[in-house]
């Protein structure tokens, strides 16, 4: 009789969870910023909840399964959200001062660097993560370039490719759902 214990990993997909809520997130964050509405507490609860915990919780049940790639973007993801939430609320409770453009616009871009390390990662998996993580790269960038030189046109740009980045991201997110739901792809990644 052996003493081993052995621990069998009942979790699920962890993508349904962390791409549902980025892509709903994104979508919502973005109208905001295309002008449709203000940035408010909607907003906000959805960087915080969606954005932040559900895709930092998704990354720990990818470092659970032992997914380096999924643990990594996914948690990284979710401390992105939770960061804009704090630099958004933070200085509204005197904690420190609003960023300067040019300092969201270094943020922007820095997150930008690190999602085309990532998308290079997604060139061994699907083809819909692909698209995902191509379009949040020029995402990152176009905010940036919008942050450092003040340009309405690349910020509205942004905006409008971050609701498509977002779409993107619900997509991958559901697909996951309905093609685990019966059995076979119904949605092609």
């Known amino acids: 009789m052996s003493d081993e214990i052995r621990i069998v990993d009942t979790t699920g997909n962890m993508f349904p969870l962390a791409f549902v809520t980025v892509g709903m997130n994104l979508i919502l964050l973005n109208l ?3 002008g449709y509405y203000p940035l408010d507490s909607m907003i ?9 915990f559900g895709q930092f919780f998704a990354g720990t049940w990818a470092w659970r399964k032992g997914i380096s790639f999924a643990a ?3 948690t990284m993801y979710g401390l992105f959200f939770l960061t804009l939430f704090g630099l958004i609320v933070f200085p509204g409770f005197g904690i420190g001062k609003a960023p300067t453009a040019i300092a969201m616009g270094a943020f922007m871009i820095v997150w930008g ?55 993107a991201a619900l997509y991958f997110g559901v697909a996951n759902v309905l093609n685990d739901v019966y059995g076979k792809q119904v949605m092609p990644i």
């Open 32 to 34: 905001a910023n295309a």
């Open 44 to 52: 906000l609860a959805m960087c915080l909840f969606c954005g932040g």
């Open 72 to 74: 990594t973007a996914l």
């Open 113 to 167: 660097i690190f999602t085309v390390f990532m998308f290079i990662g997604t060139l061994k998996l699907y083809k819909a993560l692909q698209v995902v993580f191509g379009l949040l790269a020029v995402l990152y960038f176009l905010l940036g370039a919008g942050s450092l030189t003040g340009n309405a046109s690349i910020s509205s740009l942004a905006a409008w490719e971050g609701i498509a980045t977002g779409v």
